[in-house]
C-alpha cells in the first residue's frame, strides 16, 4: 500500500558528499517522522537522523554538522544531504517513516541503499 523508495547512494572519496532521497508513494495515507538510520557490517543498526512533520530534527553525534536532514512534504520525500563525508559513514542506509493509513500507524522501510566512503 506504502511503498519507500531510496536513492542517492554510491561510491565517494573521502571528504565528498552525496544526497540521499526518500520518497514515499501510495494512496491514502500521510507521513509523521521520518528518519534516516544506517548499518554497517559487524555494527548494529543505529538512527543517524530523524525530522518530524513540523521540521524539528535530530542527529546521532557523529554527523553532528556534516550531515543535514530535510524534508518535502508536499512530495512526501525527505532527504539526507552528506558533506565531509568519512570512512566511517560506510553503510547501508535506510529510510524510515511513520505512515498513518487512517488512524492506524506502520513503520515503513525502504529498501536501503549502499554509501560507501573510500579513505
Known amino acids: 500500500q506504502v511503498q519507500l523508495v531510496e536513492s542517492g547512494g554510491g561510491l565517494v572519496q573521502a571528504g565528498g558528499s552525496l544526497r540521499l532521497s526518500c520518497a514515499a508513494s501510495?494512496?491514502?495515507?500521510?507521513?509523521?517522522?521520518m528518519g534516516w538510520y544506517r548499518q554497517a557490517p559487524g555494527n548494529e543498526r543505529e538512527l543517524v537522523a530523524a525530522?518530524?512533520?513540523?521540521?524539528?530534527?535530530n542527529y546521532v553525534d557523529s554527523v553532528k554538522g556534516r550531515f543535514t536532514i530535510s524534508r518535502d512534504n508536499a512530495k512526501n520525500t525527505v532527504y539526507l544531504q552528506m558533506n565531509s563525508l568519512k570512512p566511517e559513514d560506510t553503510a547501508v542506509y535506510y529510510c524510515?517513516?511513520?505512515?498513518?493509513?487512517?488512524?492506524?500507524?506502520?513503520?515503513?522501510w525502504g529498501q536501503g541503499t549502499q554509501v560507501t566512503v573510500s579513505s
Open positions: 501510495g494512496s491514502h495515507f500521510s507521513i509523521n517522522d
Open positions: 524510515h517513516a511513520g505512515i498513518f493509513l487512517g488512524i492506524t500507524r506502520y513503520n515503513t
Open positions: 525530522i518530524s512533520r513540523g521540521g524539528m530534527t
